[in-house]
Protein backbone atom coordinates (compact mmCIF):
# COMPACT_ATOMS: atom_id res chain seq x y z
CA UNK A 1 0.00 0.00 0.00
CA UNK A 2 0.80 3.69 -0.52
CA UNK A 3 2.45 5.08 2.57
CA UNK A 4 0.35 8.31 3.61
CA UNK A 5 1.50 11.16 5.78
CA UNK A 6 2.47 14.78 6.09
CA UNK A 7 4.72 17.61 6.04
CA UNK A 8 6.10 18.30 10.01
CA UNK A 9 7.65 21.32 11.44
CA UNK A 10 11.00 20.19 13.11
CA UNK A 11 11.85 24.00 14.37
CA UNK A 12 11.36 22.53 18.42
CA UNK A 13 14.08 19.37 17.04
CA UNK A 14 13.55 16.38 15.11
CA UNK A 15 12.37 14.06 18.42
CA UNK A 16 10.92 16.73 20.52
CA UNK A 17 8.88 18.77 17.69
CA UNK A 18 8.72 16.12 14.46
CA UNK A 19 8.26 12.65 16.11
CA UNK A 20 4.94 14.38 17.85
CA UNK A 21 3.55 15.61 15.02
CA UNK A 22 4.07 12.33 13.23
CA UNK A 23 2.02 10.23 16.50
CA UNK A 24 -0.24 12.70 16.33
CA UNK A 25 -1.42 12.52 12.35
CA UNK A 26 -0.45 8.71 12.12
CA UNK A 27 1.73 9.67 9.45
CA UNK A 28 3.73 6.89 7.61
CA UNK A 29 5.74 9.13 5.76
CA UNK A 30 7.09 12.72 6.44
CA UNK A 31 8.37 16.04 5.09
CA UNK A 32 10.24 18.59 6.49
CA UNK A 33 12.72 21.48 5.53
CA UNK A 34 15.90 21.03 7.45
CA UNK A 35 16.18 25.04 8.06
CA UNK A 36 14.77 28.26 6.71
CA UNK A 37 12.36 26.94 3.61
CA UNK A 38 13.25 30.85 2.60
CA UNK A 39 17.05 30.75 3.42
CA UNK A 40 20.10 30.05 2.14
CA UNK A 41 22.38 28.73 5.18
CA UNK A 42 21.02 26.10 7.39
CA UNK A 43 21.06 26.31 11.09
CA UNK A 44 23.28 23.73 12.69
CA UNK A 45 22.28 20.05 12.70
CA UNK A 46 22.45 18.33 15.92
CA UNK A 47 23.69 15.40 15.40
CA UNK A 48 22.27 13.40 18.05
CA UNK A 49 18.57 14.74 17.71
CA UNK A 50 19.32 13.46 13.81
CA UNK A 51 20.75 10.40 14.75
CA UNK A 52 17.64 9.54 17.35
CA UNK A 53 15.20 10.48 14.86
CA UNK A 54 16.26 8.05 12.03
CA UNK A 55 16.17 5.41 15.00
CA UNK A 56 12.87 6.34 15.66
CA UNK A 57 11.62 6.41 12.31
CA UNK A 58 13.51 3.27 11.01
CA UNK A 59 11.78 1.06 14.03
CA UNK A 60 8.79 3.13 13.22
CA UNK A 61 8.61 2.62 9.66
CA UNK A 62 8.13 5.58 8.87
CA UNK A 63 9.53 6.76 5.24
CA UNK A 64 11.39 10.44 5.28
CA UNK A 65 12.15 13.01 3.63
CA UNK A 66 13.47 16.18 3.15
CA UNK A 67 12.80 19.35 1.07
CA UNK A 68 15.03 21.87 -0.16
CA UNK A 69 14.71 25.51 0.63
CA UNK A 70 12.95 27.22 -2.30
CA UNK A 71 15.78 29.57 -3.17
CA UNK A 72 17.44 27.16 -4.37
CA UNK A 73 17.58 27.33 -8.60
CA UNK A 74 19.66 25.34 -10.83
CA UNK A 75 18.27 26.94 -13.71
CA UNK A 76 19.37 30.24 -13.05
CA UNK A 77 21.45 32.24 -15.10
CA UNK A 78 23.26 34.13 -12.41
CA UNK A 79 26.29 32.60 -11.57
CA UNK A 80 25.82 32.82 -7.96
CA UNK A 81 22.70 31.60 -7.32
CA UNK A 82 23.76 28.33 -9.74
CA UNK A 83 26.84 28.14 -7.33
CA UNK A 84 24.74 28.71 -3.96
CA UNK A 85 22.24 26.70 -5.05
CA UNK A 86 24.56 23.64 -5.73
CA UNK A 87 25.96 24.12 -2.74
CA UNK A 88 23.23 24.17 -0.54
CA UNK A 89 21.91 21.15 -1.87
CA UNK A 90 25.00 19.34 -1.42
CA UNK A 91 24.42 20.26 1.95
CA UNK A 92 20.41 19.03 2.02
CA UNK A 93 21.94 15.62 0.52
CA UNK A 94 24.49 15.44 3.30
CA UNK A 95 21.89 16.06 6.49
CA UNK A 96 19.28 13.74 4.39
CA UNK A 97 21.71 10.97 4.55
CA UNK A 98 22.41 11.37 8.69
CA UNK A 99 18.51 11.31 9.17
CA UNK A 100 18.26 8.41 7.13
CA UNK A 101 15.82 10.14 4.31
CA UNK A 102 14.98 8.28 1.14
CA UNK A 103 15.25 11.44 -0.80
CA UNK A 104 15.53 15.41 -1.25
CA UNK A 105 12.78 17.26 -2.91
CA UNK A 106 14.15 19.89 -5.25
CA UNK A 107 11.56 22.05 -7.43
CA UNK A 108 12.95 21.66 -11.00
CA UNK A 109 13.95 25.91 -11.36
CA UNK A 110 13.31 28.14 -13.69
CA UNK A 111 15.53 29.92 -16.45
CA UNK A 112 14.11 33.46 -14.83
CA UNK A 113 13.42 34.23 -18.82
CA UNK A 114 11.93 32.59 -21.58
CA UNK A 115 15.35 33.01 -23.53
CA UNK A 116 17.48 31.30 -21.19
CA UNK A 117 15.52 27.94 -21.35
CA UNK A 118 17.41 26.02 -23.65
CA UNK A 119 20.75 26.62 -22.23
CA UNK A 120 19.51 25.76 -18.74
CA UNK A 121 18.02 22.48 -19.70
CA UNK A 122 21.32 21.56 -21.79
CA UNK A 123 23.45 21.94 -18.35
CA UNK A 124 21.39 20.34 -16.32
CA UNK A 125 23.45 16.95 -16.61
CA UNK A 126 26.46 19.12 -15.81
CA UNK A 127 25.29 20.94 -12.73
CA UNK A 128 23.59 17.94 -11.03
CA UNK A 129 25.64 15.44 -12.45
CA UNK A 130 28.92 15.96 -10.08
CA UNK A 131 26.74 16.66 -7.84
CA UNK A 132 25.39 14.13 -7.14
CA UNK A 133 28.86 11.94 -8.00
CA UNK A 134 30.18 13.25 -4.56
CA UNK A 135 26.64 12.77 -2.73
CA UNK A 136 26.66 10.04 0.05
CA UNK A 137 25.15 7.45 -0.77
CA UNK A 138 21.68 6.44 0.36
CA UNK A 139 19.22 9.30 -0.29
CA UNK A 140 18.15 9.96 -4.08
CA UNK A 141 17.30 13.47 -5.48
CA UNK A 142 13.83 14.19 -6.69
CA UNK A 143 12.59 16.63 -8.99
CA UNK A 144 9.48 18.53 -8.22
CA UNK A 145 7.78 20.51 -11.14
CA UNK A 146 6.25 23.62 -10.20
CA UNK A 147 3.21 25.81 -10.96
CA UNK A 148 4.56 27.15 -13.87
CA UNK A 149 4.98 31.04 -13.48
CA UNK A 150 8.13 32.74 -14.00
CA UNK A 151 10.12 30.67 -17.03
CA UNK A 152 9.50 27.24 -15.16
CA UNK A 153 11.79 24.91 -16.68
CA UNK A 154 9.10 21.97 -16.10
CA UNK A 155 5.64 22.24 -14.90
CA UNK A 156 2.85 20.26 -16.82
CA UNK A 157 3.40 16.84 -18.08
CA UNK A 158 5.50 17.73 -21.57
CA UNK A 159 8.36 20.33 -19.94
CA UNK A 160 8.47 17.70 -17.45
CA UNK A 161 8.88 14.87 -19.80
CA UNK A 162 11.67 17.36 -21.29
CA UNK A 163 13.44 18.09 -18.65
CA UNK A 164 14.22 14.65 -17.48
CA UNK A 165 15.31 14.04 -20.88
CA UNK A 166 17.91 16.64 -20.90
CA UNK A 167 18.72 15.35 -17.46
CA UNK A 168 19.51 12.25 -18.40
CA UNK A 169 19.89 10.44 -15.20
CA UNK A 170 18.56 7.73 -13.47
CA UNK A 171 19.52 8.57 -10.23
CA UNK A 172 17.23 11.89 -10.41
CA UNK A 173 13.48 10.57 -9.26
CA UNK A 174 10.31 12.39 -9.79
CA UNK A 175 8.58 14.17 -6.90
CA UNK A 176 4.83 15.06 -8.31
CA UNK A 177 2.02 17.59 -6.58
CA UNK A 178 -1.40 17.27 -7.56
CA UNK A 179 -1.78 21.71 -7.12
CA UNK A 180 0.94 22.43 -9.03
CA UNK A 181 -0.24 20.42 -11.92
CA UNK A 182 -3.31 21.38 -11.67
CA UNK A 183 -1.82 25.23 -12.14
CA UNK A 184 0.11 24.47 -14.96
CA UNK A 185 -3.19 23.14 -16.89
CA UNK A 186 -3.29 19.27 -16.34
CA UNK A 187 -7.28 18.47 -16.39
CA UNK A 188 -6.99 16.63 -12.84
CA UNK A 189 -11.06 17.06 -12.23
CA UNK A 190 -12.04 13.27 -12.10
CA UNK A 191 -10.15 10.17 -10.96
CA UNK A 192 -9.30 9.00 -14.08
CA UNK A 193 -8.15 11.90 -15.36
CA UNK A 194 -5.48 12.31 -12.42
CA UNK A 195 -4.87 8.86 -12.67
CA UNK A 196 -4.14 9.08 -16.30
CA UNK A 197 -1.97 12.14 -15.57
CA UNK A 198 -0.08 10.39 -12.69
CA UNK A 199 0.55 7.35 -14.63
CA UNK A 200 1.38 8.75 -18.04
CA UNK A 201 4.60 10.63 -16.49
CA UNK A 202 5.45 7.95 -14.39
CA UNK A 203 6.05 5.97 -17.54
CA UNK A 204 7.38 8.89 -19.61
CA UNK A 205 9.91 9.56 -16.77
CA UNK A 206 10.70 5.76 -15.45
CA UNK A 207 9.49 6.31 -12.29
CA UNK A 208 7.38 8.05 -9.74
CA UNK A 209 8.59 8.71 -6.03
CA UNK A 210 6.53 10.59 -4.10
CA UNK A 211 3.14 12.76 -4.69
CA UNK A 212 2.38 15.86 -2.50
CA UNK A 213 -1.52 15.42 -2.57
CA UNK A 214 -2.74 19.34 -2.22
CA UNK A 215 -6.13 20.98 -3.36
CA UNK A 216 -5.93 24.59 -5.14
CA UNK A 217 -6.74 27.94 -4.32
CA UNK A 218 -6.80 29.03 -7.65
CA UNK A 219 -8.05 27.44 -10.94
CA UNK A 220 -6.68 25.44 -13.54
CA UNK A 221 -3.85 27.12 -15.10
CA UNK A 222 -3.32 29.62 -12.83
CA UNK A 223 0.12 29.38 -13.38
CA UNK A 224 -0.15 29.78 -9.10
CA UNK A 225 1.64 28.16 -6.14
CA UNK A 226 -1.29 27.95 -3.77
CA UNK A 227 -2.14 25.58 -1.77
CA UNK A 228 -5.51 24.68 -0.21
CA UNK A 229 -6.65 21.84 2.22
CA UNK A 230 -8.22 19.14 0.78
CA UNK A 231 -11.60 19.79 -0.17
CA UNK A 232 -11.33 23.50 0.16
CA UNK A 233 -10.31 24.26 -3.42
CA UNK A 234 -10.17 24.04 -7.09
CA UNK A 235 -9.44 20.53 -7.31
CA UNK A 236 -11.57 19.17 -4.44
CA UNK A 237 -11.82 15.37 -3.08
CA UNK A 238 -13.85 14.19 -6.44
CA UNK A 239 -10.14 12.95 -8.27
CA UNK A 240 -8.84 11.64 -5.27
CA UNK A 241 -9.39 8.26 -5.58
CA UNK A 242 -7.75 7.91 -8.84
CA UNK A 243 -4.73 8.37 -6.87
CA UNK A 244 -5.11 4.40 -5.83
CA UNK A 245 -6.48 2.69 -9.16
CA UNK A 246 -3.75 1.71 -10.61
CA UNK A 247 -0.57 -0.73 -9.51
CA UNK A 248 2.01 2.04 -10.76
CA UNK A 249 0.26 4.28 -8.16
CA UNK A 250 -0.05 1.54 -5.75
CA UNK A 251 3.12 1.68 -3.45
CA UNK A 252 4.11 5.76 -4.41
CA UNK A 253 4.13 7.36 -1.16
CA UNK A 254 1.86 10.42 -0.56
CA UNK A 255 1.92 13.19 1.68
CA UNK A 256 -0.31 16.45 2.24
CA UNK A 257 1.37 19.96 2.86
CA UNK A 258 -1.29 21.60 4.51
CA UNK A 259 -1.88 23.11 8.00
CA UNK A 260 -4.79 20.68 7.92
CA UNK A 261 -2.55 17.72 8.20
CA UNK A 262 -4.18 15.44 10.27
CA UNK A 263 -7.68 15.58 7.99
CA UNK A 264 -5.85 15.67 5.11
CA UNK A 265 -4.04 12.45 6.16
CA UNK A 266 -7.13 10.78 7.84
CA UNK A 267 -8.88 11.13 4.39
CA UNK A 268 -6.37 9.84 2.04
CA UNK A 269 -6.09 6.50 4.48
CA UNK A 270 -9.75 6.15 4.01
CA UNK A 271 -10.04 6.07 -0.30
CA UNK A 272 -6.71 3.75 0.47
CA UNK A 273 -9.04 1.38 2.30
CA UNK A 274 -11.59 2.10 -0.24
CA UNK A 275 -14.24 3.92 2.32
CA UNK A 276 -13.64 7.49 0.97
CA UNK A 277 -17.00 9.16 0.08
CA UNK A 278 -16.07 12.20 -2.58
CA UNK A 279 -17.75 15.38 -2.46
Known sequence: MAPIGAAIRVSGGLMKTGV??????????VQFFSGNPRGWKAPALDVADATAFRDYC???????????PY??????????????????????????????????ILHAGSSITPDFRDEALRRLPGVLGPLLDAAP????LLIEPTAGGGAALASDSASTVEYFAALNDSRVGLCLDTCHLHAAGEDLSTPFRLGKVL??????????????????QDPRGSKRDRHASLGTGFLGTAPLPGLFGSPVLRKV???????EAGAGVALLKELRAGRGATR
Open 71 to 104: LLNVGSPDPAVLANSVAALAECLRRAALVGALGV
Open 137 to 140: PGPS
Open 253 to 259: PMLVETP
Open 58 to 68: GAAGVAVYIHA
Open 199 to 216: RGLATAVGRLDLVHVNDS
Open 20 to 29: RETREIGAEV
